[in-house]
């Protein structure tokens, strides 16, 4: 694949950002859809060139030295998982520029130029094969949605960017804190300063199980609160709520998933030992999070808010699958971070066309759309129905194997196993308890469903037509939903296209964990972990 196209998905949106930045505003709506809609062409262009054949091989890959005797460079590279990750990155790029159409009135300029500097840091930490790069796109992100939220968000605006800043700044500072400490292990141990991600994750197993075991607490610091994991999560629902509607949309889609992201690049494969030891107890915090986040959204009036805690229950999932360690599991956790963009991005998107129309989010004062909105409560029973987990559609593939994989996860490897390896020991009582989470996900969300589209029809006291909006979607909005819409059927219909592009880079990472726990002594174990983390290197 050529790195060209990686070099553009970084580069067109900043450019970009920069022409509107500099620029008078007058178009800024119109620049900012162009670039969007132009980083789809090299997002395009990658996947057709890249070779699905070798999908755990680092493609595109491209490096220039910035100071070489401290080992930092810049490089470039993507396996599939990271692949797939950009496309989704970049195809909210339009849909959440044509979304803020009609919403946001004031300092557009300022608005749509952030708005492409995230699309840029975003697409930035997937393509880092770096840790130079990786950590500065993945701080860089907190600084465009902090300025989305405080600038653009609602009444509570300024208290939610505030807590958002420092429940993940805090966290990555801690994260950076393990990772320095990766780099220094192996430079002493190879004699050389280097920041390259598969140098380091060779080296890191030779790290011992005290060692791994610290770093692996200071990896979750920070990748925990961007999920965010029970009970780090308080942050996440009052920047939802006071967000943007695309504020909300990419930080769903994208944003969220940057944590999910970080466990499965860094803190399982750099951490190997020390992340199955702990594993239970991690997904013990993930099903408390489905179960204790499904049970506030029962109670929720404000529909932002109840799909804001949806999404903490959701990920709970994702990490569930994460700590089972299997192939079912990090496969179920990967198509999770996809497909969880598109059937909640969706859910936010038809909130904010609603709170368009009528200002208010509240259950008890807006109900029974259906008879005056048809067109948009087809959309909204839909992407509840996926977010829902319906057979068919995006949400039950994932879903299902995160489940299955804690019920494998029995202390044996299910993938490339060695009799004997030691494997995470979860089983049928956490697949069970998880599992309630989907009975009241399916009860909170279809009584929402049921409330705003076809119950008592009521309308906000004082309720005027909008200015521009018609009663029902319009073209623009259709089209905005529309690609969401798509990829919740396709990863429904064909989720085995999508598991077997991840298929190679999966089972690279459950043999590299599985090889830190072969049982002939330290040195063999690490050799062995070594060999395994070739694996997944080019």
Known sequence: MNPLWLMLLILVPLVGAMIIAFGSGKNAYRDALFASLASLVPAVAALMEFDFTHAGHYQGQWSVSWLEPLGLKLSLGVDSVALL??????????????????????????????????????????????LLLFYICFEFTLLPMFILI??????????????????????????????????????????????????????????????????????????????????????????HT??????????????????????????????????????????????????YAGLICWVQDDIKKLVAYSSVSHLGFCVLGLTALNANGLSGSVLYMLSHGFSTGGLFLMIGFMYERYHTRDMRKVGGLASKMPVWAFFMVFFTMASVGL????????????????????????????????????????AAVAGTGMVVAAMYLLIMVGRICFGPKIEPEGHHHHEVLPDDLNAREIVTLLPLAVGCLAFGLFPGLLLGAIEEPVNDTVRLVEASHELSGPHAMADSASTAAEGVRP
């Open 391 to 430: 057979p068919g559609l995006n949400g039950f593939p994932s879903e299902l194997l995160c489940l299955i994989s804690a019920f494998q996860a029995d202390g044996s490897w299910t993938a490339a196993g060695e009799p004997g390896a030691a494997g995470v020991t979860l089983g049928p009582w956490y």
């Open 242 to 291: 006071e967000a943007p509607t695309a504020g909300s949309v990419i930080l769903a889609g994208v944003l969220l998933k940057l944590g999910t992201y970080g466990i499965y690049r860094f803190a399982i494969p750099m951490a190997p030992v020390a992340f199955t030891e702990h594993a239970p107890t991690i997904a013990v915090l993930a099903i408390i999070g489905i179960i």
């Open 85 to 130: 990750l950009i496309l989704l990155s970049v195809l909210l790029g339009p849909v959440c520029v044509l979304a803020s159409k009609t919403a946001i009135t004031d300092n557009r300029k300022l608005y749509y130029a952030w708005l492409l500097v995230l699309q840029s840091a975003m697409v930035g930490v997937f393509c880092a094969r770096d």
């Open 150 to 239: 405080r600038m653009f968000g609602s009444t509570n605006r300024v208290a939610a960017s505030t807590k958002f800043f420092l429940y993940t700044f805090t966290g990555s500072l801690v994260t950076l804190a393990g990772l320095v400490y990766v780099v220094k292990f192996a430079a002493e141990r190879n004699g050389v300063w280097s920041l390259d991600i598969g140098t380091l994750t060779t080296a890191a197993s030779y790290m011992s199980p005290k060692e791994q075991a610290w770093v692996l607490g200071a990896m979750l610091a920070g990748f925990a609160v961007k999920v965010p994991l029970f009970p780090v999560h308080t942050w996440l629902p009052l920047a």
